[in-house]
């Protein structure tokens, strides 16, 4: 399976990174969550409405809309958390010389069977955003809180243009919740998102992490802030 990616990149400070990537990643899962399923007679329809919420921005001038459900707003927020709390640390750490910064993915899959581990996860989408961390001096505030405000706007502006494009993709859902759960996570309630996993790698898990995957390796290397 071929997979799309898409990237961002943002020169931040600490207190921003949760709240920007959390606007890019709920404006992409807006997108990639689908009401509750239902299947009857072979055919799939939604039996609910996708509930939203508006989320005020305490750090750039931007209100965005993410879906109205406490699961899945959760499952962002830690993941993101995680991510912005080992940039924190990286950049009190004596082992790295030069700037700090990381990539973290949104990425959607598809469960596919796999051995005696058991199911594997294809990547069929990804959005990457890369992070670098900088520090403000006082007088630079305003304008650097306009010109990031802009910017995520037009990275947001960006997203809907794709999912308002023909060249938008998803896996097609099967015909009964068997068939389907392999693209769909069915635990979440009252919401039907395509699966997906949030990873993340920065300056010293890059340095530190035998584990660590080739192709976040590679994801990390591209990173150009």
Same mark, same amino acid.
């Given at each position: 399976?071929?997979?799309?990616e898409y990237s961002f990149s943002f020169a931040l400070q600490y207190p921003e990174v949760p709240e920007i990537v959390?606007?890019?990643?709920?404006?992409?899962?807006?997108?990639?969550?689908?009401?509750?399923?239902?299947?009857?007679?072979?055919?799939?329809?939604?039996?609910?409405?996708?509930?939203?919420?508006?989320?005020?921005?305490?750090?750039?001038?931007?209100?965005?809309?993410?879906?109205?459900?406490?699961?899945?707003?959760?499952?962002?927020?830690?993941?993101?958390?995680?991510?912005?709390?080992?940039?924190?640390?990286?950049?009190?750490?004596?082992?790295? #010389?030069?700037?700090?910064?990381?990539?973290?993915?949104?990425?959607?899959?598809? #469960?596919?069977?796999?051995?005696?581990?058991?199911?594997?996860?294809?990547?069929?989408?990804?959005?990457?955003? #890369?992070?670098?961390?900088?520090?403000?001096?006082?007088?630079?505030?305003?304008?650097?809180?306009?010109?990031?405000?802009?910017?995520?706007?037009?990275?947001?502006?960006?997203?809907?243009?794709?999912?308002?494009?023909?060249?938008?993709?998803?896996?097609?859902?099967?015909?009964?919740?068997?068939?389907?759960?392999?693209?769909?996570d069915f635990s979440m309630s009252g919401i039907s998102p395509y699966r997906f996993n949030i990873t993340h790698l920065t300056t010293t898990s890059g340095q #530190?992490?035998?584990?660590?995957?080739?192709?976040?390796?590679?994801?990390?290397?591209?990173?150009?802030?």
């Amino acid at each position: 399976m071929n997979c799309r990616e898409y990237s961002f990149s943002f020169a931040l400070q600490y207190p921003e990174v949760p709240e920007i990537v959390s606007a890019l990643f709920h404006t992409i899962l807006l997108h990639r969550t689908l009401p509750t399923l239902d299947f009857k007679g072979g055919a799939v329809s939604y039996n609910s409405y996708l509930g939203i919420r508006d989320v005020d921005c305490k750090h750039v001038d931007l209100t965005y809309v993410c879906v109205n459900s406490s699961q899945l707003i959760e499952k962002v927020s830690s993941a993101v958390s995680v991510f912005a709390e080992t940039l924190r640390r990286d950049s009190y750490s004596t082992n790295i #010389n030069g700037e700090v910064r990381g990539a973290i993915n949104l990425e959607f899959v598809v #469960n596919r069977k796999g051995g005696w581990l058991g199911p594997e996860a294809s990547v069929w989408e990804r959005w990457i955003v #890369n992070v670098c961390l900088k520090t403000i001096n006082a007088n630079e505030k305003e304008a650097y809180r306009c010109q990031l405000s802009s910017q995520l706007r037009d990275e947001l502006c960006t997203i809907l243009e794709y999912f308002n494009s023909p060249s938008a993709y998803a896996p097609s859902l099967g015909s009964s919740q068997a068939e389907t759960e392999h693209i769909i996570d069915f635990s979440m309630s009252g919401i039907s998102p395509y699966r997906f996993n949030i990873t993340h790698l920065t300056t010293t898990s890059g340095q #530190n992490r035998s584990g660590v995957s080739v192709t976040m390796r590679r994801i990390f290397k591209d990173v150009r802030l």
